[in-house]
């Protein structure tokens, strides 16, 4: 079982920034990717940034350039840098590891707000 923990959402003004942290616990060993999704109100949930054990990453289309995903494996600790914030970047904001060999599994934060709003 693996324990996530997100923190940073908050409140900020358009064109601002802010950095979520997902924090984790348990056995990640067999972990493959981990990432943000974010669910906006009367949305489905969907994908922002990936990170790849082997370091590849990707980004949705619509944060390409303005957010930045990154981990820190010594501290098994995943952020997601938010630049140059929107209003519709608005969102609960979910930390995503997934375990992708057999059984393939996802684990999953509890969600942070975030809110860009003037």
């Known amino acids: 079982q693996v324990q996530l923990v997100e923190s940073g959402g908050g409140l900020v003004q358009p064109g601002g920034s802010l950095t979520l942290s997902c924090a984790a616990s348990g056995s990640i060993a067999r972990i493959n990717a981990m990432g943000w999704y974010r669910q906006a109100p009367g949305e489905q949930r969907e994908l922002v940034a990936t990170v790849f054990t082997g370091g590849v990453r990707k980004y949705a289309e619509a944060v390409e350039g303005r957010f930045t995903i990154s981990r820190d494996s010594g501290a098994n600790t995943v952020y997601l840098q938010m630049n140059s914030l929107k209003p519709e970047d608005t969102g609960v904001y979910f930390c995503?590891?997934?375990?992708?060999?057999?059984?393939?599994?996802?684990?999953w934060g509890q969600g942070t707000q975030v809110t860009v709003s003037s």
């Open positions: 995503n590891f997934k375990q992708l060999t057999p059984p393939v599994t996802d684990y």
